[in-house]
């Protein structure tokens, strides 16, 4: 069974640019997660989703970071504009009917 | 809100010697999690824990769900150099749309 899949996985930008990541979760997980690591913390929910529906995005800072999941498949997390505090790893992870969570590769940010 | 606080922060024992890692948290929660991230990869789960007084083995590693459903404790016996890593607990509350509360991490190293 193939795992959560991530793009890119590691993504170099200025700060005020605008940058994407891509998420395909496990196949039959309705529910998707964004999580933000920051070096030498756990990681943090950014938001979930239920299929195509948002159940928490609570911590999202959402003046500046926008996701969807418009077809309850795969997901988009955007930044625009990044700041130099975004710098992190962003983590994608699906989750099975038993409610294990399973964990992509992530995709590492630096934001000069 | 909910706090997680994992320590150590950081263990350097000699191969073969046991390990012993603990969480607390300032709220109740309804699952704990263990979970180990290897560099560059996402975290794994190693051992979910449902009930309070819970003791779970998954080989070596052993982990218990505290009475008080605040804390929870991580053991690994006769560590192996594949055992270096950050281990990550994380608290699930089932009445907060399954949200996961990660703590900080520890980091075990293991000298040759």
């Known amino acids: 069974e193939a795992g959560v899949a991530q793009s890119p996985r590691y993504k170099i930008i200025e700060k005020r640019q605008s940058v994407a990541f891509w998420c395909n979760p496990i196949s039959g997980h309705a529910t998707l997660y964004w999580y933000q690591q920051i070096l030498g913390q756990g990681p943090k929910l950014l938001i979930q989703f239920q299929n195509n529906g948002v159940v928490d995005d609570s911590q999202l800072p959402k003046d500046r970071f926008s996701a969807e999941r418009l077809k309850g498949v795969d997901s988009t997390l955007k930044i625009q504009p990044a700041k130099l505090e975004d710098s992190a790893v962003y983590l994608c992870a699906s989750t099975s009917l038993d409610g294990e969570q399973f964990f992509g590769p992530g995709t590492r940010l630096t934001v000069l | 809100g909910q706090q997680l606080n994992q320590s150590p922060q950081s263990m350097f024992i000699q191969e073969g010697e046991d390990v012993s890692m603990n969480c607390t948290s300032s709220s109740i929660f309804n699952t704990w999690l263990w979970y180990k991230q290897d560099p560059g990869e996402g975290p794994v789960l190693l051992i979910a824990?449902?009930?309070?007084?819970e003791l779970t083995s998954n080989g070596r590693l052993t982990a218990q769900f505290g009475i008080t459903r605040k804390d929870s404790f991580l053991n690994i016996s006769a560590s192996i150099p594949s055992d270096v890593g950050i281990y990550f607990c994380a608290g699930q509350d089932m009445n907060r749309d399954d949200k996961i509360i990660f703590g900080k991490g520890t980091r075990l190293h293991i000298l040759p």
């Open positions: 824990l449902y009930k309070a007084g």
